[in-house]
């Protein structure tokens, strides 16, 4: 577990743990310093309602990280050179009236099935944009080279889910979690990831029940944002259809699946755990990062309102994964050096998880 403690009160909660006889390691002394040495990639960031008609500052790599205008006129880009197979579509409005946009790559084949991957459902997590982007871009321009696994299928891609988290932790806090919704006067924010219709009433699993001034608040409802709806309403739309969901994170660096909120195994946890295992291992293959896998209630911590249960629970998408991305050392604060070969690693993983479906899977 990670803790992040404010200066004022480091050496108190270093006494603390002493006395409780508590071990700890003391990973990241200064914060601040280590986020005053990031140089963020601003360009124009979007503004609430209006969209920009000036051209992006930069253009789409994987050596940097990005503002969502850039993400954003990268899916267009795709959509213009590859016509015949993207369409971007906006699939609502944020909080703050930002568009949400998604990719869709298809052959347009009758009775494809459906692979959907999103990034930046927590706003801080940069490298999960780099992925769905760099996933999406190779798809695109190598479609004709793809096995059969891949082509045939509908891919959706939601690089940032949370367009008002991710542009504000751009401009304004680099470590913001949650979305800009107001709830009770000066509290800002639900974690979108407490905010979906699946164990969302589980009390006292996690802190997500507190109040709106929490990291985790999960919301009022299920669904009270408009970002989760969104998804929602995809997601439903195709869900007779749906193969494959995966949610990015980042980190740890574990291929996570069904349950976040009970340590009870999910109905088919060899199936997924066999999944999860062929993506582990393809990660290996390709740069040597060991990523572990298992049920994310015990590789990681109990939560409730997930949008990996809520597929799995309500609409019985076969293969749902909840992949936190690098880095444990440098956690969210991921160097841009290691940015394209964590995207390699997963690309190659979600490749082999397509594969293993295709070979070992009616």
Not at 103 to 127: F, M, P, Q, T, Y
Not at 216 to 237: I, W
């Amino acid at each position: 577990m990670d803790v992040m403690v404010e200066g004022r009160y480091a050496m108190k909660v270093r006494r603390l743990l002493k006395e409780h006889e508590i071990s700890f390691d003391v990973s990241v002394a200064d914060v601040a310093r280590v986020l005053a040495m990031v140089k963020v990639n601003t360009g124009h960031v979007l503004k609430p309602l209006h969209r920009s008609t000036h051209p992006p500052a930069q253009s789409m790599n994987w050596r940097d990280f990005h503002p969502l205008n850039v993400i954003y006129t990268f899916l267009h880009d795709l959509e213009n050179e590859f016509p015949s197979i993207c369409t971007v579509n906006v699939i609502g409005k944020s909080v703050e009236g930002r568009d949400i946009k998604m990719l869709k790559i298809s052959n347009s084949h009758a009775n494809n099935e459906c692979v959907w991957l999103d990034g930046a459902i927590h706003a801080r997590e940069w490298i999960t944009t780099s992925v769905v982007t760099y996933i999406a871009d190779h798809i695109a321009r190598n479609f004709g080279l793809l096995p059969e696994c891949i082509t045939d299928r509908d891919w959706y891609f939601l690089p940032v889910l949370n367009p008002d988290g991710y542009a504000h932790t751009h401009v304004y806090d680099r470590m913001w979690r949650k979305n800009r919704a107001r709830y009770e006067g000066n509290c800002v924010g639900v974690d979108l990831n407490r905010n979906f219709d699946f164990g969302w009433d589980k009390l006292g699993l996690d802190t997500s029940m507190n109040g709106p001034f929490h990291p985790n608040y999960r919301g009022p409802v299920p669904f009270s944002e408009p970002e989760t709806k969104a998804v929602r309403d995809v997601v439903l739309a195709i869900k007779n259809n749906v193969k494959v969901f995966i949610s990015f994170h980042s980190y740890s660096q574990v291929i996570s699946f069904p349950w976040c909120y009970t340590s009870e195994p999910c109905p088919h946890y060899v199936k997924l755990l066999e999944g999860a295992a062929a993506i582990s291992k393809a990660i290996y293959d390709t740069t040597g990062s060991m990523y572990k896998v298992g049920s994310f209630k015990d590789l990681m911590y109990s939560a409730t309102g997930t949008s990996v249960d809520w597929c799995y629970g309500v609409l019985d998408v076969p293969y749902t994964y909840l992949i936190e991305l690098r880095s444990k050392k440098y956690r969210f604060l991921l160097p841009k050096d290691e940015i394209l070969d964590n995207c390699r690693e997963i690309l190659n993983g979600v490749k082999a998880l397509m594969e293993y479906i295709g070979m070992y899977v009616p």
